[in-house]
């Protein structure tokens, strides 16, 4: 088999059932590292899983696990040790997004995107980061948002959680760089997926494939560089 870039790499992708998830699994799997990804909805999780063991050349580990659980986290990465035996990439992509006037948004609602958005990258990145200490690097890419540094009506809980995710990620950055773990996060502006309940797909938008090329672009930066965070937006928003 042909030696890829990600050859002998393991990942892990978190809510990587469709949307952008989805194609960052495809990419990783593409340039040879083997991909355990996770979602709540168990068929879903096994249809991504029987489609992507079809194209893949890759290991394919597909997993039922809400990361906004803690013991479904430690479950979740007890099987990726016990089948990968190691770790190199986390991706922290799984995220919700309620949107709806503070008046009007329930203690549940804003409690589910903060304990996903925030506690859940927690969670993976506290699982994740022995298995990468051990391997002597890694890599963890948290997908943002714009919404984490632009405030917008409606936005409240979900901006809390992204404006959140990208101090944690800062300062996750600052803790790990100089044990070879490099932190970095992406925040896109709006990507042509089911997100938050979206109808007709769009072509204006930012397709899952391009966040899923600017993570790859991420790995393979040269050890000594490290793109902290990147900001992504269509070039032709609709007016
Ligand atoms: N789409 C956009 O415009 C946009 C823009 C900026 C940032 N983002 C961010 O990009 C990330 C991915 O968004 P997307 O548009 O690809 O969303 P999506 O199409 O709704 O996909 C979300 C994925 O996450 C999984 N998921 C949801 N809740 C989960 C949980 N508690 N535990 C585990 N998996 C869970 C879903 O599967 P299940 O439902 O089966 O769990 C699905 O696989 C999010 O963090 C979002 O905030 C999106």
Redesign the pocket.
Known sequence: MQNKFLSGKFAVV?????????AIVERLLQEGAAVAL????PE??ARAARELKGQAQGEVLAET????RLEEVERLFRVVESRFGALDILVN?????VFRGIGEMTPDEWHAMID??LN?VFYCSRAAIPLMKRRGAGYVIN?????GKNPFSGGAGYNAS?FGLNGFSEAMMMDLRYQNIRVSYI?????D????GRGARTDW?IA?EDIAEIAVALLRMPARTLVSRVEVRPSQPKK
């Open positions: 978190t809510g990587g059932t469709r949307g952008i998830g989805r996770c979602g709540r909805n879903n999780v696990a809400d990361v906004s992509n799984a995220g919700l997004g996903l958005n859940g997908i943002s948002s714009l919404a992204k925040m896109p502006g709006s990507v997926t089911e997100f938050g938008k899952p």
